[in-house]
């Protein structure tokens, strides 16, 4: 997959699901920072939930990761400063301006990072898991038995946080969360399909 494909992946996914982080921010109940729907006195015991710290902390978090990269792309492009907006449209326009930030390889590889970060930690606090089986086998790169795989992905993952290869263009020197993956039907990870 190309940089800018993977960014434009990790970008759409963090856009579709940040809502869903401040549907989750008071589970069961409005935000106490949305007004009552009806005038009169509220009934804080059935339209106020008490809000979910983590939650908060994530968006807070992805907030201002957004406001800070979409500023620092504007000015590594020497565009102005982007006008205010709501997170989904600041990621859309830097949606609309991947190509662009393609033509700085060290730019386009900061937006595709922050984008993974920021997109992982929100599938993490929606609890977004799936299940994931042993995969018999050592991992070709530091030969640990810690091959998982994760069949709705049609991935294998080594999950030995100390893994590192040899290929000095892999995340796995710049972000202690990669995981080295291979396609499914490769058969025990190996990246030449060998065992």
Same mark, same amino acid.
């Given at each position: 997959m190309s940089l !800018?494909?993977?960014?434009?992946?990790?970008?759409? @996914? =963090?856009?579709?699901?940040?809502?869903?982080?401040?549907?989750? $921010? @008071? #589970?069961?109940? !409005?935000?106490?920072? %949305?007004? @009552? @729907?009806?005038?009169?006195?509220?009934?804080?015991?059935?339209?106020?939930?008490?809000?979910?710290?983590?939650?908060?902390?994530?968006?807070?978090?992805?907030?201002?990761? %957004? %406001?800070?990269?979409?500023?620092? %792309?504007?000015?590594?492009?020497?565009?102005?400063? #982007? !006008?205010?907006?709501?997170?989904?449209?600041?990621?859309?326009? =830097?949606?609309?301006?991947?190509?662009?930030?393609?033509?700085?390889?060290? $730019?386009?590889?900061h937006v595709r990072d922050e984008a993974r970060r920021m997109a992982r930690r929100c599938a993490r606090v929606l609890g977004e898991s799936e299940p994931m089986t042993v995969v018999e086998g050592r991992c070709p790169w530091c030969d640990s038995v810690s091959l998982r795989a994760f069949p709705e992905r049609r991935t294998v993952l080594c999950i030995n946080p100390g893994c590192r290869c040899d290929d000095p263009e892999c995340d796995c020197r710049t972000d202690p969360a990669h995981r080295h993956a291979w396609p499914l039907h490769e058969r025990h990870g190996s990246p030449d399909g060998d065992a």
């Open positions: !800018r494909a993977e960014t434009a992946r990790w970008l759409g @996914a =963090l856009r579709s699901r940040f809502p869903e982080l401040l549907d989750e $921010l @008071a #589970p069961g109940g !409005r935000s106490p920072a %949305v007004p @009552a @729907a009806t005038p009169g006195p509220v009934n804080r015991s059935r339209t106020t939930a008490p809000l979910r710290l983590h939650v908060s902390d994530a968006i807070r978090d992805i907030t201002d990761g %957004v %406001v800070e990269l979409e500023e620092a %792309v504007h000015a590594r492009l020497g565009l102005p400063r #982007p !006008r205010h907006a709501r997170v989904p449209q600041r990621i859309g326009r =830097l949606l609309d301006l991947l190509d662009r930030i393609g033509e700085h390889p060290v $730019l386009a590889e």
